[in-house]
């Protein structure tokens, strides 16, 4: 599996982005995906998962202003970011976790810079 994360750019505050991540292999309409983002020195954190139902989950920062969703025919996911922050800036990461049975995979895609400015 290869995930390829793009979309990202500079946005003034209050505007909107969508990040899209095109996903290569097998496995991904049953497989979770989720969105990361990595600030200027600080620790990956989780922006937000989609399971395989299309259950969504996000972290309380973005709750109301980040939507995920998938499309499993075309092997995409995707984050609309919509009144974005200056703290919304990071690099953003797309995520697929699928499970086999005995074990997880973990696949990460390379990243899209997101810079929330004016």
């Known amino acids: 599996v290869q995930l390829q994360a793009s979309g990202g750019g500079l946005v003034q505050p209050g505007g909107s982005l969508r990040l899209s991540c095109a996903a290569s292999g097998s496995d991904f309409s049953n497989s979770g995906l989720g969105w990361y983002r990595q600030a200027p020195g600080t620790e990956r954190e989780l922006v937000g998962t989609i399971t395989s139902g299309s259950n969504t989950n996000y972290v309380d920062s973005v709750k109301g202003r980040f939507t995920i969703a998938r499309d499993n025919a075309k092997k995409m996911v995707y984050l609309q970011m919509n009144n974005l922050k200056p703290e919304d800036t990071a690099v953003y990461y797309c995520?697929?976790?699928?499970?086999?049975?005995?074990?997880?995979?973990?696949?990460w895609g390379q990243g899209t810079l997101v810079t929330v400015s004016s």
């Open positions: 995520n697929l976790a699928h499970w086999d049975g005995t074990r997880w995979s973990i696949y």
